[in-house]
């Protein structure tokens, strides 16, 4: 599997931001539509960041060498799965939440300022969401003396 990279997950949030501001800029002038910006959203994003980060650390505990216990190469492979799909899909919601923000902040007055306040904390999620999956998927890679795939121990290196 190739890992995803911070300038993939940048691409992505650039062409959804620039989409989603340019579709949501058209609703909101002709008043088809105004930007929803529930609290859950964040409160979500962020959870899921959380969840990420959990399940990469049994990955990262045994590939730094503490193996109390085998490791499932099919859980390993789930999660750097979980990790490539989490760095992808919060890029993709950072740029969507941008573009709500930069639809709200032209006219920041009553409930569009707590609006634009609740997408700019949902912006902070999504990265947060975007870096837990880069970082995640860091930690499933097989340490260098492992690059056979052989399950045995792994050698300390001398300094």
């Known amino acids: 599997m190739i890992p995803a990279r911070l300038r993939t997950v940048l691409l992505i949030a650039v062409v959804v931001g620039v989409t989603g501001w340019a579709v949501l800029d058209v609703l909101e002038a002709t008043g088809a539509a105004s930007v929803r910006a529930p609290w859950t959203a964040a409160v979500a994003v962020g959870l899921l960041a959380v969840v990420v980060l959990v399940a990469g650390l049994d990955v990262r505990r045994w ?13 390993a492979a789930r999660v750097a799965v979980l990790a490539k799909a989490a760095a992808y899909t919060g890029g993709g919601l950072a740029g ?12 920041l007055v009553g409930a569009r300022r707590t609006r634009f306040l609740l997408v700019l904390l949902s912006v902070l999620a999504s990265v947060g969401l975007a870096a837990a999956g880069l970082l995640a998927q860091r930690w499933c890679r097989r340490p260098p003396d492992d690059e056979d795939g052989s399950p045995g121990e792994r050698t300390p290196t001398a300094t």
Do not use: I, K, S, Y
Request: no cysteine; glycine share 4%; net charge neutral.
């Open 63 to 75: 590939v730094a060498g503490r193996r109390e216990r085998p490791l499932d190469p099919l859980t």
């Open 96 to 107: 969507w939440h941008l573009a709500q923000a930069a639809v709200l902040f032209p006219d």
